[in-house]
């Protein structure tokens, strides 16, 4: 755990399972900030992921802003921003199909 | 982190009220199917009976006057982190599993979640299975009238059917459960022996179960994951799609390629247990997912996943 932040409290939650080594975790983290935003877009949110900061960093356009330790915690927070829930089966994720 | 070095292993052993839990459990520690093992034991009510029976084969722990799922799960955490405590001192007895003895009241998903919002019991304790014991004699008047019984066999891993030589139309049952949780194994047992079931004649129909409410039975939705597919973006995909429709996917279950390994993925509605990692076949042959649950749009599930990878 860092000692200045807190993170992680837990041990990573699944979705952090995917990579063994330090450079497939990079990696992952990166190509995880494309798809999270592929799926915030319609709702106005973006994630920015650094690599460095541990966490996602989660914002909206109207200027929230919430660094989360996984995605369970992204999930939540998105929905307590936009009052609505990101659901990937939703007309505003599908719309253009 | 999917190791589960270090982390104490936890079977919760469920089953409606009278389904021959203790009796399975017993014959089970007997011959020594969990090593060493604690037992903790839950029953509803004050006064606590099953404990004596099971005392002669090991530790027991008892918590009574309470179901471990609804109103004494600090009770459940409690002991479970006396455990975990109890396991890390020098000089402390070796520790295989612990087998939670659920009342039979109790609805196992909200006990494993409990247990992964825990900060100390998520770090300790890996969830192992959740065997679902199945009355042969009743259990096909308990589903017809109650639907925690569905409940707890949405839940399982594993489904025992107990009472098999007594059971009136033990096919039909057999086929019912396949229908409620078609990715659990189905075995049977008597007295807590192992008692083998002849494969499903077909045609067999299930009992018409009632769909009113919630309580619709739960159809399973195969999902072809693309080859090729990006651990990634399907995390984020298969995240998403729990947050928000966690209530109605009872189950999720599948093998998904990652630059770790194949990993074998299993949920509980919203609760996903730490992936564990599976031996390559060499060929890319199981890249499936089944989500089982209620109302899911099969199509839109593809779209949304095809969309996203």
Known sequence: ?97 | MTEAEGRLRLTILGGYLGAGKTTWLRHALYEGRFGKAHVIVNEAAEIPVDDAFLRSSGEVTVLAGGCVCCTARADLIAALRGLCDARSRAGAVRLDTVVLETSGLADPAPIAEAIRADPVLTRHILLDEIIVLVDGLHGAAQLASDPLGRHQIEAADRLILTKPDAAPDLNRLRATLARLNPGAEVTAAAHGVDWPLPPLPAGVLPMDLVETGDVAPPVPVPVALPEGMDWSPFSVWLSALLHVHGDRIVRVKGVVRTPAGRLLLQGVRRTVQSPEILPDPGAPTDDTLVLIGRDIDADRVRRSLQKLV
Not at chain 1, 14 to 19: L, Q, R, Y
Not at chain 1, 46 to 56: E, L, Q, T
Not at chain 1, 76 to 89: H, I, Q, Y
């Open chain 1, 1 to 97: 755990m860092c000692s200045a932040c807190g993170y992680p409290a837990a041990p990573g939650h699944w979705t952090d399972a995917g990579a063994a080594s330090p450079g497939d975790r990079l990696r992952v983290r990166f190509q995880r900030v494309k798809a999270l935003n592929t799926l915030l877009g319609p709702y106005g949110l973006a994630a920015h992921d650094d690599g460095v900061i541990p966490g996602v960093q989660l914002a909206s356009r109207t200027g929230a802003r919430e660094i989360v330790p996984d995605l369970a915690a992204l999930w939540s927070a998105a929905e307590r921003m936009t009052g609505t829930p990101v659901d990937p089966l939703g007309d505003r994720f599908l719309a253009d199909d």
